[in-house]
């Protein structure tokens, strides 16, 4: 089963950091959850890991 996952920091409309997680199977429709962080140091704590979770489950970074 082809999955994959998507972890990005954007801004968010009320000057807020949003670290947004999406994953699912390829080809479907995907989950996201929406985190908002009131620093962008909070936020990269968050992306960093989340990212060694996934890469631990044998997930790959691509462009």
Known sequence: MARYCRLS??????GDVAFVREWGRIGTTCRRIIE????????????????????????????
């Open 36 to 63: 908002l962080h009131k620093s962008h140091c909070r936020t990269n704590l968050a992306f960093e890991a989340w990212l060694q979770r996934k890469q631990g489950r044998g997930y790959r970074i691509t462009d």
């Open 9 to 14: 920091i954007e801004a968010s409309l009320f």
